[in-house]
């Protein structure tokens, strides 16, 4: 007679793989039932949340002791800084500038996609154009738009319409590229299954190249919009044109280096806060591409 073995015991909790969560033998949920993957979620955005801020104050805390050590004038503390920011954010002077640069910005970046975007995705849809044209566009792109100040303060002055010329002309060469480059990369099954199906140049521009070509569209529009800020402020400060650039300029210049760095902090502000903007645009607009698909994923 052979022994059999004593079955095992086993936990009187059993785990639910669909409801995630802890529950007893009668199928009810224990009392150790928790959510594991929000929970983790909440865990990781605070403790997100936690790094910056702690980041944030060692910055302030490094730039308050390396202040007070060079001891110069034109280097303000954080306290003096602080006090700058609200005398200068109570003025109307700062809102004016801030406005007259955001004005310049979005003009000139809105004109660079109307004209950027479509002739890049002409000159990639034809090969022919496309040949024609590289040598040309490698040439001009390689032409830097601040050149261009002398000629334009000549013809416009120190006007609104110099700085979006000159947004514009800085910001068309990377929607230009990112968009032909686009157009070349679409799938050649892809391309021969619409014609296989007679779509017209219509549809096969509205369901495969512009699908296939918006997310280097979006990369060149993301680039094009921190180029043509960095452009509006740096031909203000060249030019004297008004805007935060010029403020800048007047601060440093009239001795007063704690107003010009609040201006300073503001266009570093604003840069962070359009790119992130951005960032946050692309994605919330090609959710279905499979590179922010794959993201999501992880």
Excluded: C
Aim: aromatic share 8%; charged share 15%.
């Amino acid at each position: 007679m052979v022994d059999r073995p004593e079955p095992r015991a086993t936990s009187a909790l059993t785990v639910d793989p669909i409801a995630n969560q802890v529950a007893g033998p009668d199928g009810g949920a224990g009392d150790a039932a928790v959510a594991a993957v929000p929970a983790g979620w909440q865990l990781r955005a605070d403790s997100l949340v936690v790094r910056r801020g702690a980041l944030l104050i060692a910055s302030l805390l490094v730039w308050q002791i390396a202040a007070a050590a060079i001891d110069n004038e034109a280097f303000p503390t954080v306290t003096h800084f602080a006090v700058a920011v609200g005398e200068v954010a109570r003025t109307s002077a700062y809102w004016v500038s801030l406005g007259q640069t955001l004005a310049a910005w979005a003009i000139g970046l809105s004109a660079a996609v109307l004209v950027g975007v479509p002739i890049g995705l002409l000159i990639g849809l034809n090969t022919v154009v496309d040949h024609a044209t590289r040598v040309t566009v490698a040439a001009l792109q390689a032409i830097p738009s601040i050149v261009l100040v002398p000629l334009l303060v000549l013809i416009y002055g120190t006007t609104l319409q110099m700085k979006i010329i000159l947004v514009f002309i800085a910001a068309s060469w990377p929607l230009l590229m990112q968009s032909s480059y686009g157009a070349r990369e679409v799938d050649h099954v892809a391309k021969e299954t619409a014609r296989s199906y007679r779509l017209t140049r219509i549809d096969q521009a509205r369901y495969l190249y512009l699908p296939s070509a918006s997310a280097f569209v979006a990369t060149g529009l993301r680039i094009a919009a921190t180029i043509a800020l960095l452009v509006t402020i740096g031909s203000e400060i060249v030019t004297s044109a008004p805007g935060i650039g010029l403020q800048i300029q007047l601060g440093e210049s009239n001795g007063q280096p704690d107003r010009a760095f609040v201006y300073f902090v503001t266009a570093s502000l604003l840069g962070l806060l359009i790119a992130t903007a951005f960032r946050r645009i692309e994605r919330l607009a090609l959710f279905w591409h499979p590179a922010h698909r794959a993201r999501q994923g992880r």
